[in-house]
């Protein structure tokens, strides 16, 4: 009795992520499906299969909506912004949870806030126009990578509270410095939660749509978000080639997830159970 109960339990907890699972796969599926057919056939957005394949579309995509060199400008900005980002995140976990004093406790929890703030744009924009920042490529890096070191911290910090701090002080007994210690002992060791920050941030700045809205003037300079956003505005009744548009920006961020989903997976779990 007990056993049938347990395959009707695992029955309908199945049937209940595969409900889940089709809710999020239909609107891919449609989005894939249009983005193969012409214009008229594409106005309805309906799931049938295209009457002639247009592979035509994204050419005609990449083209017009100048992909590559929004393309471009989204990894390098992601690129750099996720290395400064996870370099000083890891270097500020390490320090803090090393040394917990009530000072840096305190400077642990308002680093953390930033998760949880809301960006002050005004203020922001001040700030930005004070330093000549604004609409250029290295401020909208810096920018993207203030905005992802809270998280990081957080992550990071939980994962050095689990290493043993008898490593710290064998690397100090053997001649390293501090640096030495950090680069040489502790960063290997971090490579999972690091990977697995890594590539969150990667996905969070290349997703990113209203801080290069507000700071970005320049259309040369934008990321890819905006660039979908503006060939939008143009080809709005266009759903063919809109929906070939969303395909092609999608890729990217499907592949970094299905390349590092394992180093996800464990980096959270190893920064949930250490520290």
């Given at each position: 009795?007990?056993?049938?109960?347990?395959?009707f339990?695992?029955?309908?907890k199945?049937?209940?992520?595969?409900?889940?699972s089709?809710?999020?796969?239909?609107p891919?599926v449609?989005?894939?499906?249009?983005?193969?057919?012409?214009?008229?056939?594409s106005?309805?957005?309906?799931?049938?299969?295209?009457?002639?394949?247009?592979?035509?579309?994204?050419?005609?995509?990449?083209?017009?909506?100048?992909?590559?060199?929004?393309?471009l400008?989204?990894?390098e900005?992601?690129?750099?912004?996720?290395?400064?980002?996870?370099?000083?995140?890891?270097?500020a976990?390490?320090?803090?949870?090393?040394?917990?004093?009530?000072?840096?406790?305190?400077?642990?929890?308002?680093?953390?806030?930033?998760?949880?703030?809301?960006?002050?744009?005004?203020?922001l924009m001040?700030?930005?126009?004070?330093?000549?920042?604004?609409?250029?490529?290295?401020?909208?890096i810096l920018?993207?990578?203030?905005?992802?070191?809270?998280?990081?911290?957080?992550?990071?910090y939980a994962?050095?509270?689990?290493?043993?701090?008898?490593?710290?002080?064998?690397?100090?007994?053997?001649?390293?410095?501090?640096l030495?210690?950090?680069?040489l002992?502790?960063?290997?060791?971090?490579?999972?939660?690091?990977?697995?920050?890594?590539?969150?941030?990667?996905?969070?700045?290349w997703?990113?749509?209203?801080?290069?809205?507000?700071?970005?003037?320049?259309?040369?300079s934008?990321?890819?978000?905006?660039?979908?956003?503006s060939?939008?505005?143009r080809?709005?009744?266009?759903?063919?080639l809109?929906?070939?548009?969303?395909?092609?920006?999608?890729?990217?961020?499907v592949?970094?997830?299905l390349?590092?989903?394992?180093?996800?997976?464990s980096?959270?779990?190893?920064?949930?159970?250490?520290?």
């Amino acid at each position: 009795m007990k056993k049938n109960r347990n395959i009707f339990t695992a029955i309908l907890k199945n049937l209940f992520m595969a409900s889940i699972s089709l809710v999020i796969l239909i609107p891919v599926v449609m989005i894939v499906i249009n983005s193969f057919k012409d214009k008229r056939q594409s106005s309805s957005m309906g799931m049938e299969l295209p009457k002639v394949w247009h592979f035509e579309n994204y050419a005609t995509v990449i083209e017009k909506a100048k992909l590559m060199q929004s393309f471009l400008n989204s990894i390098e900005y992601s690129v750099f912004a996720v290395i400064i980002s996870v370099l000083l995140a890891a270097l500020a976990a390490f320090v803090l949870s090393r040394n917990r004093t009530k000072l840096n406790r305190l400077l642990y929890y308002i680093i953390i806030m930033g998760i949880a703030m809301p960006i002050n744009f005004v203020a922001l924009m001040k700030v930005m126009q004070s330093l000549q920042i604004i609409n250029t490529r290295i401020g909208i890096i810096l920018l993207y990578a203030a905005i992802q070191i809270p998280f990081s911290v957080f992550l990071i910090y939980a994962f050095v509270g689990g290493l043993p701090v008898e490593l710290d002080e064998a690397s100090i007994l053997d001649g390293c410095n501090p640096l030495q210690l950090f680069g040489l002992v502790i960063l290997p060791l971090l490579k999972p939660v690091v990977i697995t920050v890594f590539i969150l941030n990667f996905l969070n700045t290349w997703n990113e749509f209203i801080l290069p809205l507000y700071y970005m003037n320049d259309s040369q300079s934008w990321p890819i978000t905006l660039s979908v956003y503006s060939f939008f505005g143009r080809y709005s009744s266009d759903w063919h080639l809109v929906c070939a548009d969303i395909v092609l920006i999608c890729i990217p961020v499907v592949a970094v997830y299905l390349l590092g989903q394992k180093y996800i997976i464990s980096g959270m779990t190893a920064g949930a159970v250490k520290g």
